[in-house]
C-alpha cells in the first residue's frame, strides 16, 4: 500500500527559508506528477506547486520565485524549498501525488494519494 509522509514543517521567522519532504512509502513505485498544496484556516486548500507529469512546474503566483519543487526519484521523495518565508505562508502543506505501485507479485495498481500534512508557521 502507498503511503505518502510529509515532513520539515515548523516555526520559523519572516525572511527565512524551509525545506519539506514528502516520501513516498511502497513496495515499488513510480511518481507520475505531484503537487504542494496548503491550507491556512479558515480558507480552502490551494495549489501552491506542481510538478505535471510531463515534467512541468507551475506555481502560485504568490509564491513564484520563492518556493521550488524538486522530485528525487530515487528516493521517492519530492521536496518543496521555501524561501523569503512570509507570515501568509502559515499554512498546513500536503504532498498530493499521482503513482504507479506494484506489488510483491507484480500487480500493478494507480492513484492519487495525500499526506497527512506538516504545519508550517512564519512569525512576523
Known amino acids: 500500500q502507498v503511503q505518502l509522509a510529509e515532513s520539515g514543517g515548523t516555526l520559523v521567522q519572516s525572511g527565512g527559508s524551509l525545506r519539506l519532504s514528502c516520501v513516498a512509502s511502497?513496495?515499488?513505485?513510480?511518481?507520475?506528477?505531484v503537487g504542494w498544496y496548503r491550507q491556512a484556516p479558515g480558507r480552502e486548500r490551494e495549489l501552491v506547486a506542481e510538478?505535471?507529469?510531463?515534467?512541468?512546474?507551475n506555481y502560485a503566483d504568490s509564491v513564484k520565485d520563492r518556493f521550488t519543487i524538486s522530485i528525487d526519484n530515487a528516493k521517492n521523495t519530492v521536496y518543496l524549498q521555501m524561501n523569503s518565508l512570509k507570515p501568509e505562508d502559515t499554512a498546513v502543506y500536503y504532498c498530493?501525488?499521482?503513482?504507479?505501485?506494484?506489488?510483491?507479485?507484480?500487480?500493478?495498481?494507480?492513484?492519487?494519494?495525500w499526506g497527512q500534512g506538516t504545519q508550517v508557521t512564519v512569525s512576523s
Open positions: 498530493n501525488a499521482d503513482i504507479n505501485s506494484w506489488d510483491y507479485y507484480g500487480t500493478p495498481q494507480a492513484g492519487k494519494y
Open positions: 511502497g513496495y515499488r513505485l513510480r511518481i507520475n506528477a
Open positions: 510538478n505535471t507529469i510531463d515534467g512541468r512546474t
